[in-house]
């Protein structure tokens, strides 16, 4: 599990299988890389069963992605675990990051940190009671240009205040 969230119980699912749509998508990534080099389409099979599962990949998915792929289990699990953006854990609605580096914090990031907790009363690694929201700081968004940013889920927010970050959350909330 990722160092990002705080551990708590949660039940992993016993198995899962892509919808047919995803299990299509699946085939097409596939098909992409030269045969005998399948492996190679780890990455977007991961971000498929993310996507497909309330943003977190069990280790049922983990291991129908080795079976997908022809390859041990520990070898998706290797990648599931060294790449941050894929949760190993379920996380709320609004998966909220925080960007730490440098160029953020000098711009307020702690600022935006801070705001969330206030508002949604939750600590970093924390999922709100409503599953709405969970709260993580990460390492650079790549966006250093428009500092403070967060991402939440896809979506990039720039040039945030703690106003503007009170009032995106309000806008989460209602949906």
């Not at 854990?89 to 969330?116: E, F, H, S, Y």
């Amino acid at each position: 599990m990722s160092s990002l969230f705080k551990e708590r119980k949660f039940e992993q699912p016993k198995s899962f299988k892509f919808s047919t749509g995803n299990l299509k998508k699946a085939n097409e990534y596939i098909k992409k890389y030269p045969s005998g080099k399948q492996r190679s389409a780890v990455m977007p099979l991961l971000y498929l069963v993310q996507e497909q599962h309330d943003n977190w990949i069990p280790l049922a998915a983990m291991d129908y992605i080795a079976t997908l792929l022809e390859m041990p289990s520990i070898q998706v699990y290797e990648v599931a675990n060294f790449y941050t953006m894929f949760n190993k854990q379920p996380v709320g609605k609004n998966l909220i990051q925080v960007c730490r580096t440098t160029p953020c914090m000098l711009r307020g990031a702690k600022d935006i940190t801070n705001t969330c907790k206030n508002k949604l009363g939750i600590e970093l690694g924390e999922t709100t009671k409503d599953n709405k929201f969970t709260l993580v700081e990460v390492e650079c968004l790549g966006a250093c240009v428009a500092a403070p940013l967060v991402q939440i889920n896809n979506d990039y927010h720039e040039n945030l205040t703690p106003e503007s970050m009170e009032k995106l959350i309000d806008k989460l909330s209602k949906k």
